[in-house]
């Protein structure tokens, strides 16, 4: 892959709360950190496939990848990518949405790094085709290069009520990567205006992608976020004394920080924000009817163990989580139970050692209300 003109740096968003994936994720393993899709967790996955980006990849690669993630997270997270230096993680004292999170940073990129372009992801989606992903990427950088604010968003394939959307000024033509102008940003919408949002062929799916220079975010958020800005100015005055004072400061002034989304704070805000179309096999894995769909199946599309017995059923997804995970986030080999279905249909079935899930799947999205329950109940150790 070429290079690029400026440094790139990837920061990786991995908080996450855990509720989504029920039983298998838990406050303590969210989904990231699960091999959900493949045999590796979902974090590693997203590091691996944009290390091209970060100095031609190798070793050095890894020196421009930083995670963002909660104190509690910290430790499998190192197990899960243990190519990171530990300099590379900013541990967030406190959870304060995503504007804070990529504020500081961007500023502390920019301290190690003034000229660098940061390109923001998730940690726990699925990319199909990772070499139009970065081809997609690649345009995003030059755009921000520029001076562009910039974003992607993924063509829509279907009329869908659970994804934010991003409005262009013209229709981005299949295959497309040239960065267009953003109108607006739509929160969820109804059915029907969804399907209208896709026959106009203007509307793309926000998938929570963002590419920058350093310097512009940090003036986007003087601009739009004056309190958020005297919060990270504090903590880089901090920095300048050496790394004993910016911790103390981190601990002492990002749990007051205001706690907004970078989309509602900042995007929705800037003048002259770009987005790049993408197509390239994206899915934000959002629950198990996700995980069904890229699972593979047999021919009556059941995804199921090996040595599974199913008679009749038709579009199940069943799931044995049992054994301890290791430090990977794989599981342990254990002695297998048979697992049989009979006369059954598009159900989700997940058995780990101390949980047993059982959902419609077009009823996945509701196991959240699971956790829900259990710590009410005073379970809060099954979440």
């Known amino acids: 892959?070429?290079?690029?003109?400026?440094?790139?740096?990837?920061?990786?968003?991995?908080?996450?709360?855990?509720?989504?994936?029920?039983?298998?994720?838990?406050?303590?393993?969210?989904?990231?950190?699960?091999?959900?899709?493949?045999?590796?967790?979902?974090?590693?996955?997203?590091?691996?496939?944009?290390?091209?980006?970060?100095?031609?990849?190798?070793?050095?690669?890894?020196?421009?990848?930083?995670?963002?993630?909660?104190?509690?997270?910290?430790a499998p997270t190192r197990v899960a990518l243990p190519e990171v230096p530990e300099r590379r993680l900013l541990v967030e004292p406190a959870p304060r949405n995503t504007a804070?999170?990529?504020?500081?940073?961007?500023?502390t990129i920019a301290r190690d790094d003034p000229e660098a372009v940061v390109v923001v992801l998730p940690s726990d989606h699925h990319i199909a085709d990772v070499p139009r992903f970065l081809e997609v990427l690649q345009a995003a950088v030059a755009s921000a290069q520029g001076g562009a604010i910039t974003t992607i968003g993924i063509r829509p394939t279907h009329p869908?009520?659970?994804?934010?959307?991003?409005?262009?000024?013209?229709?981005?033509?299949?295959?497309?990567?040239?960065?267009?102008?953003?109108?607006?940003?739509?929160?969820?919408?109804s059915r029907e205006r969804a399907a209208e949002f896709v026959?106009?062929?203007?509307f793309l799916w926000n998938a929570g992608m963002f590419i920058f220079r350093a310097g512009d975010m940090r003036a986007a958020i003087r601009a739009h976020l004056p309190a958020l800005a005297e919060g990270l100015d504090e903590i880089d005055r901090a920095a300048a004394l050496g790394?004993?004072?910016?911790?103390?400061?981190?601990?002492?002034?990002?749990?007051?920080?205001?706690?907004?989304?970078i989309d509602h704070g900042v995007m929705e805000h800037v003048a002259g924000l770009a987005v790049v179309p993408g197509d390239f096999g994206w899915c934000d894995l959002g629950s198990w009817q996700s995980a069904w769909e890229?699972?593979?199946?047999?021919?009556?599309?059941?995804?199921?163990?090996?040595?599974?017995?199913?008679?009749?059923?038709?579009?199940?997804?069943?799931v044995d989580l049992r054994g301890r995970f290791d430090a990977r986030g794989a599981r342990a080999e254990i002695d297998r139970r048979v697992i049989a279905l009979v006369g059954v249909?598009?159900?989700?079935?997940?058995?780990?050692?101390?949980?047993?899930?059982?959902?419609?799947?077009?009823?996945?999205?509701?196991?959240?209300h699971v956790v829900d329950a259990l710590k009410a109940r005073g379970q809060g150790r099954h979440t």
């Open 345 to 368: 249909e598009d159900l989700v079935v997940v058995e780990t050692d101390d949980a047993l899930l059982i959902v419609p799947r077009d009823r996945a999205q509701d196991v959240k």
């Open 1 to 74: 892959m070429s290079s690029t003109a400026a440094p790139v740096h990837v920061l990786i968003l991995a908080g996450g709360a855990g509720t989504r994936f029920w039983p298998a994720s838990r406050a303590a393993r969210p989904k990231q950190l699960l091999p959900l899709v493949g045999g590796e967790p979902l974090i590693t996955a997203t590091a691996r496939r944009v290390l091209p980006l970060c100095a031609g990849g190798g070793s050095a690669g890894w020196e421009r990848i930083w995670i963002a993630t909660g104190q509690h997270l910290v």
């Open 160 to 189: 869908e009520t659970g994804f934010g959307y991003i409005e262009t000024e013209e229709a981005a033509g299949a295959g497309s990567a040239a960065p267009r102008r953003v109108l607006r940003f739509v929160e969820k919408p």
């Open 243 to 261: 790394a004993a004072a910016e911790a103390e400061a981190v601990l002492q002034v990002f749990p007051r920080l205001p706690a907004v989304s």
């Open 199 to 202: 026959a106009s062929g203007r």
């Open 294 to 318: 890229l699972a593979e199946k047999d021919e009556r599309g059941n995804s199921a163990p090996a040595g599974s017995v199913l008679i009749d059923a038709q579009g199940n997804h069943v």
């Open 100 to 107: 804070p999170c990529i504020g500081w940073a961007a500023a």
